[in-house]
């Protein structure tokens, strides 16, 4: 059982070590590699003196008598005096000069590698855009100077090169094929998503912006919203002002009610609103509502035929003046001999 379980462990280690062991550096790499530049120089002596200077930025790893001066961050040199990158970035382009020294200083072999490290291309976006029965196609890739532009028609490269337009005439058009353009450099490739013709790009052939009203379809939606937003205030506006109006006017109403009625109660607790006397000075007779008017007596006749007027109540009595008396009405009838004058009743 425990020889099954060295075999094991032994396979695993190997295999381990194997996906460790980084990749040989390219000529062309992609941001973000970890790879190995090999020394070309066969170094069978650990004590010899390795140097690797990266003439664009000036680093140096230097390794003598098996230890290394200066490590510089993200670079190992090897046993056999092989430099490892961990990670190379755009930094890391250029050309690098090797060094080996023997134990007696001798030169034993020098060289220059070179790599160039590229950043990752972004997915191209292809636009349609048609005008008097041509077409122009617009590949878009965020302003990146460095990449080459592909075209393709129905899948098959018709054009490679940094234009990022692509001009068809109209009788392109009318074969109706698919169109797709692709964004590389050496390290990596991009293709953007195919297009048609411009019949599917929209109404009348027309991929750009849409109308309406013959305006930009965004900007005439801004105004009608704003137009829209400008009426509801107004009308929310006129509303309110119409309800503190009425409010205003029932307030005022109610007001004049409650003056009215006042003034009412006033006179009728201080009964001012009816003189004693009329204008001429005579005595006025009693209110009907507050003193019932006595019954009028009626004298006895002498004779059937005559009518005597009913004697006029007595006037209210007054404490501060005696009026005279009330003057007798006429009697249009002629009054006999023999009958008594008219006396008032005492």
Avoid at 71 to 87: A, H, K, R, V, Y
Avoid at 168 to 181: F, R
Wanted: glycine letters at 6%; aromatic letters at 6%; charged letters at 25%.
């Amino acid at each position: 059982m425990s020889c099954q379980y060295s075999l094991v462990f032994v396979f695993l280690f190997g295999f381990t070590t194997a996906l460790t062991v980084a990749e040989i550096c390219k000529t062309d790499l992609l941001e973000g590699t970890s790879c190995t530049i090999k020394l070309p120089t066969k170094n069978t002596d650990k004590s010899n003196e390795i140097t690797w200077a990266h003439l664009s930025s000036d680093a140096v790893i230097h390794r003598k008598n098996g230890r290394i001066k200066k490590p510089i961050p993200g670079l190992t040199m090897e046993e056999d005096g092989s430099l490892t990158f961990e990670s190379v970035s755009l930094k890391n382009t250029g050309k690098y000069k090797y060094t080996v020294y023997n134990s007696d200083g001798t030169e034993i072999g020098a060289g220059v590698e070179e790599i160039r490290v590229y950043a990752k291309v972004p997915k191209p976006t292809l636009t349609i855009k048609c005008k008097d029965g041509n077409a122009t196609l617009t590949c878009d890739f965020r302003e990146r100077p460095d990449l080459i532009v592909s075209w393709y028609e129905e899948g098959k490269i018709i054009q490679k090169e940094k234009n990022p337009k692509l001009f068809l005439k109209s009788d392109k058009i009318q074969e109706k094929k698919t169109y797709s353009c692709s964004v590389g450099n050496p390290a990596s490739t991009e293709q953007s998503n195919s297009i048609m013709s411009c019949s599917d790009t929209g109404p009348g052939g027309d991929s750009g912006p849409r109308k309406l009203f013959g305006f930009d379809f965004w900007i005439m939606v801004s105004i009608l919203a704003g137009g829209g937003s400008l009426l509801l205030l107004l009308i929310c506006v006129l509303v309110i002002c119409a309800c503190r109006s009425c409010k205003t006017q029932r307030q005022h109403e109610q007001d004049e009610d409650e003056l009215r009625l006042r003034i009412f109660q006033d006179e009728g607790q201080n009964g001012t609103a009816r003189s004693k006397h009329t204008a001429r000075g005579q005595p006025a007779p009693p209110i009907p509502q507050e003193e019932p008017s006595p019954q009028i007596p009626t004298q006895t006749q002498t004779q059937p035929k005559a009518q005597t007027r009913g004697r006029p109540p007595p006037p209210p009595e007054d404490d501060d003046e005696n009026p005279p008396p009330l003057p007798r009405p006429r009697n249009k009838q002629h009054r006999k001999r023999h009958e008594e004058p008219y006396r008032p009743m005492e």
